[in-house]
């Protein structure tokens, strides 16, 4: 029997994965989590086979998760679930432990052969996922440097950017303050900076800002 843990704070995906599972006998929901802080107090007592993590909660950022649930529990397979579909998260999500990706808007089969990829120890990326990488890979020469950011980071970035402060932008987007300065921290990892001005100057420098 394959447990599954389902880490997503929307009710409708909890219900659909669940209804597109049920009837396979070999599987089995073991539990269901809105956050991270659930799903960390859920897997210190249970380690489930497979995990299907979304990438925007409401605590913490899905990459990060997916991070500390890789550094804790090396056996349990980690599918990343997301409504985009970017580059930057697909490998910033295989470069934290994850073993497979797929769009929310998935068929029933594609979950299916997902799950049983990962299981047996190889790599799933959904087919739209592996098409969006390759359009990454092919303009790598173009962007020569120049770091790949998800959608939230450059949000984030230009509102560093208008000025505001990290409880100011919590606030504008309506996430946690623990959840921007995440953001903050992977920023000046990519762009290797330690402080907000030298993260700006070198955004600018990449034409990433105006």
Known sequence: MIRILIIDDHPLVQDGLAVMLRDEVSLQIAGACKTAEE??????????????????????DGLTLCEKIREKYKKAKIIGLT??????????????GANGYLLKNME????????????????????????????????AELR????????????????LADGLNGPEIAEKLFLSAFTIETHRKNLFKKFNVHSVQSLLKIAREHKLLP
């Open 144 to 159: 020569g440097d120049v770091p790949v950011l998800t959608r939230r980071e450059k949000e984030i970035l230009q509102l």
């Open 83 to 96: 409504s985009g579909n970017e580059a930057g998260i697909i490998t910033g999500l295989l470069q934290r």
């Open 39 to 60: 799903a960390l107090a859920f897997l210190a007592g249970n380690e489930p086979d497979i995990i299907l993590l979304d990438i925007n909660l409401p605590d913490m």
């Open 108 to 139: 029933r089969d594609e979950l299916l052969k997902a799950i049983e990829k990962v299981q047996a120890g190889k790599v799933y990326v959904s087919e739209a996922a592996n098409e969006k990488l390759l359009e990454h890979f092919r303009g």
